[in-house]
């Protein structure tokens, strides 16, 4: 995945339809905790054991790929607005998680 050509068609999305004038990062940041809330929606009412078995659902399955998409188009949206690369975000993060969390230290990893 080239994440600079994704942010670039997101941008040139954004343009051809007049949107830029709504992309500020507090929209951007709103739009992208509307759509991790219409994410977690889609496990609202199931068991962790049925969450694990959503690709067995076809129609549960497609709402997770299309939420899961808004989630990350909106995180690249606000992103590429900050000139903030995202790989390199990403790899930096890794990085003191790695730290922070060491193998066998018996700390749940979270961001």
């Known amino acids: 995945m ?3 050509d994704i942010q670039r068609r997101l941008r040139q999305f954004a343009e051809d339809r007049d949107w830029e ?3 500020s990062p507090k929209n951007l940041s709103v739009a992208l905790a509307v759509e991790a809330a219409e994410l977690m929606e889609i496990f609202q009412w199931v068991t ?3 969450s694990r078995n959503i690709t067995n ?3 549960k399955y497609s709402q997770l790929r299309e939420e899961l998409a808004d989630v ?3 995180a690249l949206r606000l992103a590429d607005f900050a000139s903030i690369d995202a790989a390199d ?3 930096e993060k890794l990085k003191i998680n790695a730290e922070k969390y060491p193998p ?3 700390r749940h990893w979270s961001i």
Request: proline fraction near 10%.
């Open 72 to 74: 990350l188009i909106y």
């Open 2 to 4: 080239d994440v600079g």
């Open 89 to 91: 975000a990403i790899e």
């Open 57 to 59: 659902n076809p129609e």
């Open 104 to 106: 066998g230290g018996g």
């Open 21 to 23: 004038q709504y992309h």
């Open 48 to 50: 962790p054991e049925e």
